[in-house]
């Protein structure tokens, strides 16, 4: 922020006089703290709009900073709604608690309960539902919702391409119980989709014969030995989402995220002699 905070304390003590409809001055320290977070948060987003090329116009108070940077905060509610709203029409939280109370249930809470003027920098919700982005513990406020909702998108758009019968096998014969886990949808799909391609076999078959479970032991093995694991892993996602009609570079780019895990997770459940506890067998 290019800003002192002498330079603040007026548009602090202005927001405070509406805090409290002008019928004090003062405040309790927290709420002067939650104010002045307010007032950083919008110039914050002003001058990231600026460095993105949004907004060019220097040599401005601090004042009219905080002004249009709140402009902008206003504008993100917008297009979180309408983004929201996008996902809402076939949105399939496939039975997993997490995915639906996160989406379904607490972002109406955030858009009713979000308070753009007096605490921005505040997202309210705990976001228990894990993507694969790992958003920067710094990202609050409208930035942090609208950001794990663009991402909620492309994983809707992935799962939309995947025929249903086959995530509700794989929800339904995973070990864990998958409606009251943390776990990301797209990933479980993904990595079951490529341990069918370590094993050679088709992904619209279910289950693994024994020789198949034996040449996907070996593949993983060979690959681990040759270091080339997570390079495979990666050629063949985007050998799968060349086959799916409606998956961008974009979403690709996500789900690749997932990748070095997914290697850790393969490393560790052959040294564990445990694949089933990794893909469904």
């Given at each position: 922020m290019n800003y002192q905070m002498e330079e603040l304390v007026p548009i602090v003590a202005e927001l405070t006089a509406q805090y409290t409809s002008k019928e004090s001055t003062s405040v309790p320290y927290a709420v002067a703290e939650q104010l002045m977070g307010a007032v950083i948060y919008c110039i914050e987003e002003y001058e990231q709009s600026q460095s993105n090329g949004l907004f060019g116009e220097k040599g401005l108070s601090a004042k009219a900073v905080y002004r249009a940077g709140?402009?902008?905060?206003?504008e993100k509610v917008k297009r979180a709604k309408e983004l929201y709203h996008a996902i809402l029409p076939e949105f399939h939280d496939y039975g997993n608690q997490a995915y639906r109370e996160t989406v379904l249930e607490g972002m109406p809470k955030f858009f009713v309960q979000y308070d753009f003027h007096f605490c921005p920098q505040e997202h309210l919700l705990t976001l228990d539902y894990p993507v694969l982005v790992h958003f920067p513990t710094v990202m609050c406020g409208i930035d942090l919702i609208y950001a794990y909702l663009h991402v909620i998108l492309l994983e809707q758009k992935f799962l939309k391409e995947v025929p249903e019968e086959y995530i509700t096998f794989l929800t339904s014969s995973c070990l864990f119980d998958f409606t009251e886990a943390f776990v990301n949808v797209p990933a479980l799909v993904m990595k079951n989709m490529l341990g069918c391609r370590l094993a050679e076999r088709k992904i619209s078959t279910l289950s693994y014969t024994k020789q198949e479970c034996e040449r996907?032991?070996?593949n993983i093995?060979?690959?681990?030995?040759?270091?080339?694991l997570e390079q495979s892993l990666l050629?063949?996602?985007?050998n799968i989402v060349l086959c799916l009609s409606d998956v961008d570079e974009e979403m690709e780019d996500y789900l690749k995220l997932y990748i070095p895990d997914f290697c850790a997770e393969l490393e560790n459940a052959l040294k564990n002699d445990c694949l089933n506890a990794v893909l469904v067998l």
């Open positions: 709140k402009q902008f905060v206003m996907l032991r070996i093995i060979h690959e681990l030995e040759a270091g080339t050629q063949e996602l985007s």
